[in-house]
């Protein structure tokens, strides 16, 4: 059975996505700053301080970019798998990448 052809996007809907994007590499690059080498100084090298800077900033940029994903979500007319797999790749190394690769592959074409 063929796939209908996705759509093309709008100017604002580019502009979503853009947005959608710079967010998900900051809340990814936070994610695994904090997981590289934030956490390894604190537990392999007794070094807490860079978990108290690292930690808050990925907690905030976590949460700017769920709410923005929400936000998005309805403006680019995402498909269905798309905001859970967005929810689910925040919790993942990495996840966020390939999730916008994935959802960028799929509207664009």
């Known amino acids: ?3 209908a052809q996705p759509s093309t996007l ?3 809907q580019n502009s979503a996505l853009r947005n959608l994007t710079i967010m998900g590499y900051l809340e990814g690059t ?3 700053l904090l997981l590289g080498i934030a956490m390894p100084l604190k537990y392999m090298f ?3 301080k860079a978990v108290s800077y690292v930690g808050p900033v990925h907690g905030v940029l976590f949460v700017a970019y769920v709410m923005v994903l929400i936000i998005i979500a309805g403006r680019i007319k995402m498909p269905l798998w798309a905001l859970p797999a967005g929810l ?3 919790f993942l190394p990495f ?3 390939i ?3 994935l959802l960028k592959k799929r509207l664009k074409g």
Do not use: A, R
Request: net charge negative; glycine share 10%; aromatic share 14%.
């Open 1 to 3: 059975m063929p796939q």
């Open 10 to 12: 709008t100017k604002s």
């Open 30 to 32: 936070s994610f695994l």
């Open 46 to 48: 007794d070094i807490p």
């Open 88 to 90: 689910l790749g925040s």
């Open 95 to 97: 996840g966020p990448f």
């Open 99 to 101: 999730f916008d690769h």
